[in-house]
């Protein structure tokens, strides 16, 4: 079974800086799919990156970007020019490319708690 | 409709009662997944649902949960004789596609307390 570790349960940040936040997992799957996802307080989880493992180049959305470290097993998400908005708990998730067994649903990580200091 | 819904999104029930939960997808999804969050923790599988087939409910924690998806959209996830280990997050997702990189749109979560 895959397993999802994010090892900083909270993060600081100030207003405007970059802040960078780990995930590693394990697997013994050669392809599969990453993801990191954010929930707001009291709000719905949103997806906020995704990343194929058979893809070496890190995938990029605005101000938030990953380094997909393939054979280190390490996923972790860059977030520049941070704002008061991106204060949330962030989950790290994978997905296998398989069906089936649990594989159609996300392993997430216990997820990182995000604060902005303005 | 514009994202996923559940209803309620609070519940308390006595140990021992039976609850339902609800869960609406966005329309046309195929979709629809059930996770368990407990707090402070990430969410976990439960159960996938493509169209009204359950094709995987091997994260159901006992025999007393069960889901259905009888016509392909709305999805109830019941819980039976509920003890105080079901108190959670329950959140709904839903996706256009099966597997890949496709997207979860995720709906509020339902709050359940077991007192």
């Known amino acids: 079974a895959q397993t999802v570790t994010q090892s900083q349960p909270e993060m600081s940040v100030q207003e405007a800086e970059t802040v960078t936040l780990s995930c590693t997992y394990d697997?013994?799957?050669?392809?599969?799919?990453l993801f990191w996802y954010k929930q707001p307080p009291s709000r719905q989880m949103i997806l906020v990156i995704r990343?194929?493992?058979?893809?070496?180049q890190n995938a990029t959305e605005n101000r938030f970007s990953v380094n997909f470290q393939k054979a280190a097993k390490s996923f972790s998400l860059k977030i520049s020019d941070s704002q008061l908005g991106d204060a949330a708990m962030y989950f790290c998730?994978?997905?296998?490319?398989?069906?089936?067994?649990?594989?159609?649903?996300?392993?997430f990580g216990k997820g990182t708690h995000l604060i902005i200091q303005p | 409709g514009a994202g996923v819904s559940q209803s309620p999104r609070y519940k308390v029930a006595k140990r021992g009662q039976d609850v339902a939960l609800r869960c609406d997808p966005i329309?046309?999804?195929?979709?629809l997944f059930w996770y368990q969050q407990a707090l402070g923790q990430g969410p976990e599988f439960l159960t996938y649902?493509?169209?009204?087939?359950?094709?995987?409910k091997s994260g159901l924690p006992s025999d007393r949960f069960f889901a259905e998806r009888p016509e392909g959209s709305v999805s109830t996830l019941k819980i039976q004789r509920t003890q105080q280990e079901d108190s959670a997050v329950y959140l709904c997702?839903?996706?256009?596609?099966?597997?890949?990189?496709?997207?979860?749109?995720f709906g509020p979560g339902t709050r359940l307390t077991v007192t």
């Open positions: 990343q194929e493992a058979y893809k070496q």
């Open positions: 649902f493509q169209n009204e087939a359950q094709l995987d």
């Open positions: 998730a994978y997905r296998s490319r398989i069906s089936g067994g649990g594989a159609d649903g996300l392993t």
């Open positions: 997702a839903s996706s256009a596609m099966r597997g890949g990189l496709y997207e979860q749109y």
């Open positions: 697997t013994s799957e050669s392809d599969y799919y």
């Open positions: 329309s046309g999804h195929v979709s």
